[in-house]
C-alpha cells in the first residue's frame, strides 16, 4: 500500500495523531511571566507591610492603613476572564475601592485583616504558581500550596468580607454614600445601602462555587500525584 493510500485509512479511521495544542508565543509568555512576577512582588510588598506594621506597633488593630496605598494600587491592576475567578477578583476590587477606602470607619475593623491577610497569602501562592507554570519549572510545594491553602484561605477571606460590608452597613445608611434620590433630572434612584445587602446575598450561591470548583481541581491536579505516592 503506498505511503498516501496508508495516510487515507488512518484517517478514516481515526488513528491520526491529535495536534499538540499550541501554547503562548515567546512575546507573550515573557509579558505574562512579567506581569505575575510584579503581581507577586505587589502582594509581598503587602505582606512586608502588615508584618512590620505588627512589630512596630505590637498590635494587630488598624494596620489596615499602614498597606492601605498598595492594596488600592494593585487590586485596581487585575484583569481576568473566567466567571468565578473573575467573581473573586471583582469582589476584591469591589471591597478594597467602594467597601474599605470609602467607609474609613470600617478600617479598624478586625474582619478587614482578616481578608486582607487570606488575600495576600492567596495571591502570593496564586502569581508564584503561574510564573513558575509559564517557565515550566513549577516546584511541587508552590502546586500544593496553590491546590491546598485555598480550603482555609477562602472561607476565612470570604468571612472578613462579608463582616467588612455588615459593619459598612450603618455608616452607608446614615450618610447616603453613593446613593441616588428622586426627584433628580434623570428621573433615577439608587440605594447604596440596599445594593450592599444584595452583594451580601450573592455570596451565598456564587461562594460555593469557587470553592468546590478549586476542590475538584485539587482533586485533578494533586490526586494523580498522591495515587503515584501510594504506588511507590
Do not use: C
Not at 55 to 60: D, E, F, I, P, Q
Not at 72 to 85: E, H, N, R, Y
Request: charged share 15%; net charge positive.
Amino acid at each position: 500500500m503506498s505511503a498516501a493510500a496508508q495516510g487515507t485509512s488512518k484517517a478514516a479511521h481515526g488513528d491520526v495523531a491529535p495536534k499538540k495544542k499550541k501554547g503562548p508565543g515567546a512575546l507573550a509568555t515573557a509579558y505574562l511571566v512579567i506581569y505575575n512576577v510584579v503581581m507577586t512582588a505587589g502582594w509581598l510588598v503587602i505582606a512586608v507591610g502588615l508584618v512590620r506594621a505588627y512589630l512596630a506597633r505590637g498590635s494587630y488593630h488598624g494596620l489596615y492603613y499602614s498597606i492601605e496605598k498598595p492594596l488600592v494600587l494593585i487590586s485596581g491592576i487585575v484583569p481576568s476572564s473566567v466567571v468565578l475567578t473573575g467573581f473573586q477578583v471583582m469582589s476584591r476590587v469591589f471591597l478594597t475601592w467602594a467597601v474599605t477606602h470609602s467607609v474609613r470607619e470600617v478600617q479598624s475593623e478586625d474582619s478587614v485583616l482578616l481578608f486582607v491577610t487570606a488575600w495576600t497569602v492567596t495571591e502570593i501562592i496564586r502569581y508564584s504558581f503561574y510564573t513558575f507554570s509559564l517557565l515550566n519549572h513549577l516546584p511541587y510545594l508552590i502546586k500544593w500550596a496553590r491546590y491546598t491553602f485555598f480550603i482555609v484561605l477562602y472561607p476565612m477571606g470570604v468571612s472578613g468580607e462579608l463582616l467588612t460590608i455588615y459593619a459598612a452597613l450603618p455608616y452607608v445608611q446614615k450618610t447616603g454614600l453613593y446613593s441616588v434620590t428622586l426627584p433628580n433630572k434623570y428621573n433615577f434612584s439608587f440605594d447604596y445601602y440596599s445594593f450592599l445587602i444584595l452583594v451580601m446575598i450573592s455570596y451565598i450561591p456564587l461562594f460555593p462555587q469557587l470553592y468546590f470548583h478549586m476542590m475538584r481541581q485539587r482533586k485533578k491536579v494533586l490526586g494523580h500525584t498522591d495515587d503515584y505516592s501510594k504506588v511507590e
